[in-house]
């Protein structure tokens, strides 16, 4: 007994050596040591009575974010269906992991900030003496000295917290709290110049002429940006001057507001009710850059007179505030356009501030927020740091706006790029810290050899930010004329943007469309393609194309035709913009086909209208026709095709489809054309031969074969010209599995098709057939297609095909013999094949197909001139097809394209291909 106590014992020694080590395991937060201490001096430990203000950051699935924001931003016009807060918090369970952070938190002597408990909120505030907070970090706390005498408290290593606690916690705030680090990016007038009486323009400034003042009036900016074309109405009539919208403004300072009072008096606008937030204890006086604060909601009246609200969050000038600002910001969720004039160099900010500025920036985006932040006055070397751009400008969920010079007239403005020389100009450059945002295409859109392949280029877009040619006026410090009321810079642009921004939101609710939301996939949609003929960039945007932002030893960078990394795709002009924001829709032309007929799925096929642009919406409408059941619908992107699954088998449905506009659900196709009545699922026939004539139709024939039960031949609408008599048979006698553009394997399961009189469908038509597992052993299903025997080279020619369940379908504009056969992948894309090539649509070609590949290579296709076209992965036979459309869904030009293809092991191949129209 005594040798089984003793192993007892021993054992719960050993468990409690475990539990200990457990509870003692930790995890390291990376990239939370403040740059600056590097140039600081240091002074000596923290107190450890001395409080410290911390913020906890939440983590979140990132992947589950990806994908939200997908979902979310896949109807480019359409009723976004954005999250709430709460929906937030709920998607993401912040529920559970903020009440893990505060239990951590109450649990290591901390206080948690129970004023500021905002369940949506990816913070939580708490704080506590420097010893507690050292050791639940794992840190000591130090003071030291910048060279400008301020003093601030920071650490030299890494903070840890438990393992277990890592997947709800990315990053600890207030750690190091280093003060007046964000820049606001307004600059003044060349020394010399001043302000004077309002209309009369000091002779120094020179540049712009025509406007009413000492600066840009309202009425200048709306003349210059507007032209001639006024703002187009809202639904109903409605004039757009912000009415029911809220924007809201991040600021590090304070205001007076009798300045703002003064600015709508000598313009005549409306009295804006201004709501004033204050975050971490900030006390909301006017301070040393009130001028920032002025000018941004100044700028925003200019624009939006009659915005609901300006909501003015403010918070004391440190990256951590600024993070809690933020977070506070995005769980109001009370404006739909933010805008941000301040900022620091990427190098300066590190890596768990800019992670979480990112992360709060995504939950405003999923909430429908559009946030425009000034990409800084300091051209290439911002802040004396040269060659890069600011935080959090450079985020790649905000949209960065750059600054540019007026000249000429205010009637005819002459625009080109901000650099007064001397580190005064608009910022733009390449981010060191983000990867290429997916809406900035890998090929290269911008002036050759600046703009990078590999990460965030910024600005976005531009607009008038020259302090000495074009200011804006603005009242400051109790005065319009003395003082320093002229005012330039990229916090001029930012906030313009923001107001302008409110107008478009203002239009889409009146048709209820909801929020303009994260705006550069729109942006740069609208840049690379236009949305349709009325919308194309040259209408939407003023393309800068003179001037650059080089200072110091940079040499970089300079305006081009269309993007470019110093003003991006330029400054708006206003009334395209607008209604090019919800554009019109025009009603799809018929036939609505089925082309494709499953178990329990339809595939419709359509045209997009006349005059609709490749992004337009669509509404399908559908309903179970012998139950009588309701209607039910889905919004799509695509402008040619969508498939409607779930479907009950053997039941008939039918179909309509209308597209999406600014001028709302335009009438679906006519019944008579558009009317689809069509089984989920196609009965067995005993018919094997039916006359076909324009209006198409369906053919089917049951084999009787245990192991090949079904062949199913659908003809649209207009496929043929003339009546045509279809016969559809089992195949006989296959030929070999002989193929000169891949390996092949038959499976003895085929389709024969007989025409009368023997001629070939002028449109595309879908074939399928089924197959019973038991017929298929040694063969891999997932690497099935369909084949179609070419009688003239002998040989088998692999179709792009799908898989659904025991069936194959594949679309052809040629009938002949078919057959069931498994494609091999190839281990190398050097072995490519491409049929045909080139791809003539007017000899009835409709994809060039690409075989002989690994299965999942990617294909990646330019114009000579480096213009991405399309991306293509291939299937797991080592297919893809391209149907000669580009990104866009717009047909690609007739010519030569490069085809750039790598398979999984990084092998890479390049080859050219060509079109014919």
Same mark, same amino acid.
């Given at each position: 007994m005594l040798v089984l106590r003793r192993s007892i014992g021993l054992l719960v020694l050993l468990g409690l050596c475990a539990t200990e080590a457990v509870a003692q395991s930790r995890s390291a937060l990376t990239g939370h040591i403040a740059p600056q201490i590097k140039t600081s001096t240091k002074l000596g430990r923290v107190p450890a009575d001395e409080q410290v203000g911390l913020g906890l950051m939440v983590k979140v699935d990132q992947d589950l974010l990806d994908r939200t924001l997908k979902e979310i931003y896949s109807t480019p016009f359409g009723p976004r269906h954005y999250l709430t807060p709460a929906q937030f918090a709920q998607k993401f369970g912040l529920a559970d992991k903020r009440q893990r952070l505060k239990d951590f938190a109450r649990g290591s002597g901390l206080t948690v900030d129970d004023a500021d408990d905002l369940p949506s909120s990816l913070v939580v505030k708490a704080h506590g003496p420097a010893s507690a907070v050292e050791n639940t970090f794992g840190v000591q706390l130090n003071h030291y000295r910048l060279p400008n005498? *301020?003093?601030?408290?920071a650490h030299e290593t890494e903070p840890t917290i438990p393992v277990g606690l890592a997947e709800h916690m990315s990053a600890v705030h207030g750690l190091s709290n280093v003060p007046d680090l964000l820049q606001p990016n307004y600059h003044l007038p060349a020394s010399g110049v001043s302000a004077q009486a309002v209309g009369a323009r000091p002779?120094?400034?020179? &540049? #712009? =002429?025509? %406007? @009413? &003042?000492?600066? #840009?009036?309202?009425?200048?900016? *709306?003349?210059?940006?507007?032209?001639?074309?006024?703002? $187009? *109405? &809202?639904? &109903?009539?409605?004039?757009? %001057?912000?009415?029911?919208? =809220?924007?809201?403004?991040?600021?590090?300072?304070?205001?007076?507001?009798?300045?703002?009072?003064?600015?709508?008096?000598?313009?005549?606008?409306?009295?804006? $009710?201004?709501t004033n937030v204050l975050v971490d204890g900030y006390s909301g006086a006017a301070g040393g850059n009130t001028v920032e604060v002025c000018l941004d909601i100044e700028m925003v009246m200019a624009l939006a007179p009659k915005v609901s609200s300006i909501i003015v969050y403010e918070a004391p000038n440190s990256l951590s505030d600024g993070v809690d600002l933020y977070a506070r910001i995005a769980s109001d969720n009370l404006a739909s356009v933010l805008s941000v004039s301040w900022g620091l160099n990427e190098p300066a900010v590190g890596a768990s501030i800019m992670n979480s500025e990112n992360t709060i920036f995504q939950q405003m985006a999923a909430q429908g927020m559009t946030v425009y932040i000034a990409a800084g006055d300091g051209g290439s070397n911002p802040q004396s740091v040269l060659d890069t751009v600011l935080d959090p400008g450079a985020q790649p969920y905000v949209t960065s706006v750059g600054g540019t010079s007026l000249a000429g007239s205010v009637g005819a403005p002459v625009e080109t790029v901000w650099n007064n020389g001397g580190g005064v100009g608009g910022g733009g450059g390449v981010s060191s810290q983000w990867p290429l945002p997916s809406y900035q295409p890998a090929a290269g859109i911008g002036v050759g050899g600046e703009y990078s392949t590999t990460h965030r280029n910024v600005p976005d877009v531009a607009l008038n930010a020259d302090p000495n040619s074009s200011p804006y006026n603005i009242c400051v410090g109790g005065s319009c004329t003395t003082g320093t009321p002229l005012v330039g810079g990229t916090s001029a642009a930012a906030p313009l943007w923001a107001g302008f921004t409110a107008l478009i939101n203002q239009f889409r609710h009146t048709f209820g469309a909801g929020n303009f939301g994260f705006a550069n996939p729109i942006f740069y949609s609208m840049g690379q393609a236009g949305f349709a003929p009325t919308y194309t960039y040259a209408k939407l945007f003023n393309d800068i194309t003179v001037g650059n932002n080089k200072e110091g030893a940079s040499t970089l960078y300079n305006a081009g035709a269309g993007y470019d990394n110093v003003s991006g795709w330029g400054s708006f002009r206003a009334s395209t #913009?607008?209604?090019?924001?919800? $554009? $019109?829709?025009?009603?799809?032309?018929?036939?609505l086909t089925a082309y494709q007929v499953f178990s329990s799925s339809v595939a419709l096929l359509w045209s997009n209208g006349n005059g609709n642009g490749p992004l337009t919406d669509y509404r399908i409408d559908y309903w179970d026709y012998s139950q009588g059941a309701s209607t039910t619908s889905v919004i799509t992107t695509t402008t040619t095709f969508y498939t409607v699954t779930g479907l009950i088998p053997n039941d008939t449905y039918f179909f309509s489809v209308g597209a999406l506009g600014s001028n709302g659900l335009v009438p679906p196709i006519p019944a008579n054309v558009a009317g689809l009545l069509v089984s989920a699922v196609t009965n067995p026939a005993v018919a094997v031969s039916n006359p076909i004539g324009s209006g198409g139709g369906t053919l089917t024939f049951n084999t009787g074969n245990p192991n090949n039960t079904l062949i199913t031949l659908s003809i649209p609408p207009g496929a043929f010209t003339s009546p045509v008599t279809v016969s559809l048979a089992a195949a006989g006698t296959l030929p070999g599995a002989t193929s000169a553009v891949g390996t092949l394997t038959g499976t003895g399961f085929g389709a024969q098709v007989n025409l009368v009189?023997?001629?070939?469908?002028?449109?595309?038509?879908?074939?399928?057939? =089924?197959y019973q597992p038991g017929g298929v052993t040694g063969l891999d299903p997932s690497k099935f297609i369909l084949a179609r025997y070419d009688p003239a080279s002998s040989n088998w020619v692999p179709l792009t095909s799908s898989r659904s369940g025991t069936t194959v379908a594949a679309y052809t504009s040629h009938l002949s013999l078919f057959q069931i056969m498994?494609?091999?992948?190839?281990?190398?894309?050097?072995?490519?094949?491409?049929?045909?090539?080139?791809?003539?649509?007017?000899?009835?070609?409709? @994809?060039m197909t690409f075989i002989n590949l690994p299965a999942n290579a990617r294909l990646r296709i330019y114009t000579m001139s480096g213009v991405e076209v399309q991306d293509l992965n291939a299937d797991a036979t080592g297919m893809a097809s391209w149907n000669g459309n580009n990104l866009r869904g717009m047909p690609a030009a007739s010519g030569i394209y490069y085809v750039f293809a790598q398979d999984a092991g990084n092998t890479k191949t390049t080859f050219k291909v060509a079109i014919e129209r």
């Open positions: 005498g *301020k003093v601030y408290h002779s120094a400034l020179g &540049g #712009m =002429t025509g %406007d @009413a &003042g000492a600066g #840009m009036s309202p009425a200048d900016i *709306k003349n210059v940006y507007y032209g001639a074309s006024s703002l $187009p *109405k &809202g639904n &109903g009539g409605v004039t757009l %001057d912000g009415t029911g919208q =809220t924007v809201a403004l991040f600021e590090l300072d304070g205001y007076n507001a009798s300045d703002i009072a003064l600015y709508e008096a000598l313009y005549g606008l409306p009295n804006v $009710p201004l #913009m607008v209604a090019a924001s919800y $554009p $019109p829709a025009f009603a799809p032309t018929g036939p009189p023997n001629i070939e469908p002028t449109g595309i038509v879908s074939m399928s057939l =089924t498994q494609s091999v992948p190839s281990s190398s894309v050097k072995s490519v094949k491409i049929f045909p090539n080139p791809l003539r649509p007017a000899l009835g070609h409709t @994809a």
